[in-house]
């Protein structure tokens, strides 16, 4: 009984199973049916005590006591106690559900004698200030859950297994760690000529684009790429008229977890929000595409690429763009670089460096060689990585 998966029980005795009802119906009150179990069970052994010494001291005397006694402990010990108990733990539904039946009926027919030991049992519990009620302690955390999901094994197909994961990450992700940095953010400058503007739109990949005067920081608002359709056609498109189409900027706190923004972007029925720092200032931008690729991974049409930003070479090391992001270097490598500290790879070698390096340098950080092949505008471009075997550390 106390073997049973109780969540495979909560599961059978929901899809009305009798056997599983019966049990769960039991394992509500655990002291009550412990109480039951060991009655019996104490019962038959000190009976069969007793009658064993009876006849053994009326064959053999009183040497009958010492025969009677491990003769008995011997058979109790085999064939009342590990073999059953060890038969019944392998194979719990097999030996619970039949059980339960026999069990219920017991529980009603000596419950007044349950409930006196019970009773006496909780009593000497309380003196000894030892709660007898409390949390449910099948409640499982988040931790747990993730391990059960990476142990489920066949039970959870691959994609499935990683999606389930995805959602139990997101409270542990924040908008910082996904989103697109500033200077990576493509969007509309007001100031620019309108041919430039035209060329922009013209070209770019994107549906909604940020649209700002100058600088990110003086956002105007968010333009979706249909408002503009009508007016394309009918070449009226003008800096005052993509002003008058644009949306409201939703703003997003850089801290925000991953599982409030995603609820965040359903309630206020957004798919792009302008990220920024506890003093205003833009950091970037996060879209709910980018959440969703949390979850579901990748939505890039070349399945066969790793990472557009990382570059298998033929000697076994990668040479990674510098503003790739640790989390996702990890996830496609299946690396543990820390992402404790710096996003980035590039902030993760300035902050061991301390220093912007004046030419390339080689280092190595835990069991992963790292080294600068290009460097301009105060950041690393790209960077050689090999990850070095364990026993190669010391």
Known sequence: MMSLNRYRLKHMAKNKHPG?????????????????????????NILASAIATVIAVRIWGDAGIAIATGGLTLVVLIFAEVTPKTLAAMY??????????????????????????????NGIFRLLGIKTTGDDAHN?????????????GALIPDRNQSMLLGVLELNDVTVNDIMIPRNEVEGIDLDQDMEQILDQLAHTR??????????????????????????????KLTKAAITAVVHEPYFVPESTPLHTQLLNFQKHSRRIGIVVDEYGDVEGVVTLEDILEEIVGEMSHNEAQIN???????????????QAYIREINKSLNWDLSTEGPKTLNGLFLETLESLPEANVCMQLEHYRMETLQISDNTIKTVRVIALEREDED
């Open 140 to 152: 499982l955390s988040t931790e747990e859950l993730r391990t059960i999901v990476n142990e489920a």
């Open 206 to 235: 994107h549906t909604r684009l940020p649209v700002y005067e100058g600088d990110i920081n003086q956002i105007c608002g968010v333009l979706h790429m249909r408002n503009l359709a009508q007016l394309i056609q009918q070449g």
């Open 308 to 322: 557009q930003d990382i570059h298998p070479q033929d000697d076994g090391s990668f040479i990674i763009d510098g």
């Open 92 to 121: 719990p539904e097999k030996v619970a559900f039949p059980a339960s039946y026999i069990l219920v009926v017991l529980l009603k027919v000596f419950y007044p004698l349950v409930f006196a030991v019970n009773l006496i049992t």
């Open 20 to 44: 599983a009802r019966n049990a769960s119906r039991l394992l509500e009150r655990p002291d009550r049916l412990i109480g039951l179990i060991l009655i019996g069970n104490n019962f038959v």
